[in-house]
């Protein structure tokens, strides 16, 4: 069993930040790749960000520039620094995460979500 927990989301008005993050607790043996989505009503889910276990990183062109991922490996953690926020920024962020778990089964595991709402 293996869960993911975002945190971090809420209301920030245009040109403000947040810091979000998740973090993945339970049989965990080791974590591979870890990233970031989000989901607007009426949109599919979008990639934002992804950083693998040796720290290499990439972006969606739509949030290259303004955010930043990153992970603590010791705490089973990634973080997602949002700064330069727009309205359009608006959606619910998941984390995801390429976990091997203690059984040395190999999955893709996702967080619940957080709102993030950009407005003023």
């Known amino acids: 069993q293996v869960q993911l927990v975002e945190s971090g989301g809420g209301l920030v008005q245009p040109g403000g930040s947040l810091r979000l993050s998740c973090a993945a607790s339970?049989?965990?043996?080791?974590?591979?790749?870890m990233g970031w989505y989000r989901q607007a009503p009426g949109k599919q889910r979008e990639f934002l960000a992804r950083?693998?276990?040796?720290?290499?990183?990439n972006y969606a062109d739509s949030v290259k520039g303004r955010f930043t991922i990153s992970r603590d490996n010791a705490k089973n953690t990634v973080y997602l620094q949002m700064n330069s926020l727009k309205p359009e920024d608006t959606a619910v962020y998941f984390c995801?995460?390429?976990?091997?778990?203690?059984?040395?089964?190999?999955?893709?595991?996702w967080g619940q979500g957080t709102q993030v709402t950009v407005s003023s």
């Open positions: 995801t995460a390429r976990v091997v778990t203690t059984a040395r089964v190999t999955f893709d595991s």
């Open positions: 950083i693998t276990s040796g720290d290499s990183t």
């Open positions: 339970g049989s965990i043996f080791s974590i591979n790749t």
